[in-house]
């Protein structure tokens, strides 16, 4: 069968298929992953009002694409008192939020109990906001500085008032492009079995995949069909988030950066290759609102959210710091063709 007579058929490609995919024109791609959306989701773009809370950047990790945590390219360190999280997540409520999405630096000063009970604080406060919180990097971090397992972290994020895991820390799976960018933290395994067990107590979460640096395009399938594999088991993951590499203020040597002809068959092919993951999450943070407009005709569905304020991608040359109002959100949405529909974390529609 020719890759074209997969693509008509729906079966599902194989690492050699993926990788031939980037050979074809980008409009073929789109062509086929628009399908997809369009069976699955028809003209429907999703969105949330949420907030993005990055309460410290102190890392005792270095990564090297990293423009966010304290270190000489970034010196200004930072770590929020739980009142002013609390203040923050009182103003933003006023605002809408639905969801606070609160992730942080690897930071080994504050103690176990500052990255958890937060969570505890909001949820008495605001029980009906969704926490998504702590990637799977965190709770390995956390798991290795207070020497507890995996699950025991899991265990206090769930008695915490934790509702889902957010899908970062993921990077690129390949074992070697990892290490060198970012050598030390959660391994790929990990990463994979930490989502496993949060799935497994019947909970859900996002996946990422940073790309556009170093890796290959043979790493980001290999990437996609680890996710693939894992989700057959489980089916936790709500969405498969592809992030583009921010350039700016880090310590990786990239020189060639990714078209947005590259970019767009990324998604295109995130889209075919994932049959099992139900969104595509164009992250309009890490894209350009713009690319992330155009890229719901390569299969992406859901375009994120207002975020209102955001530092991680920021602090890296993104123009995501002070996050976009929810009316020119939605305008976005409707005048490029789609139809903008308020979605809460788990994707119920509002
Ligand atoms: S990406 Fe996260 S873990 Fe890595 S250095 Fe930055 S803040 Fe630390």
Known sequence: MTLIEKLENNVRLTQEDGVALYDLDVLVLAKYANKIRETKHGKKTYYNVNRHINPTNICKDVCHFC??????????????????????????????????????????????????????????????????ALTAAEIHFLSEQYDKSHEDIINLMIQNGVDSMPGGGAEIFDEDIRKRICGGKVTSEQWLDIHKIWHEKGKESNATMLFGHIETRESRIDHMIRLRTLQDKTNGFNAFIPLVYQKEN??????????????????????????????????????????????????????????EKESINSAAGAQSANGMAQDSFTSLIKNSGFIPVERDSLYNEL
């Open 67 to 132: 423009a966010y945590s304290a270190s000489r390219k970034n010196p200004k360190p930072y770590t929020l008192k739980h009142e002013e999280i609390m203040d923050t997540v009182k103003n933003s409520v006023k605002n809408g939020i639905k969801e606070v999405h609160i992730v942080s630096a690897h930071n080994p000063e504050t103690g176990l109990e500052w990255y958890l009970e937060i969570f505890a604080k909001i949820k008495k406060e605001y029980p009906n906001l969704h926490v998504k």
């Open 250 to 307: 880090n310590f990786l040597k990239v020189t060639d950066f990714p078209t947005a002809n590259e970019i767009l068959k990324t998604f295109a092919i995130s889209r075919i290759m994932l049959d099992n993951i139900p969104h595509l999450k164009a992250y309009w943070v890490t894209s350009t609102i713009k690319l992330a407009l155009i890229a719901q005709e390569f299969g992406a569905n859901d375009l994120d959210g207002t975020i």
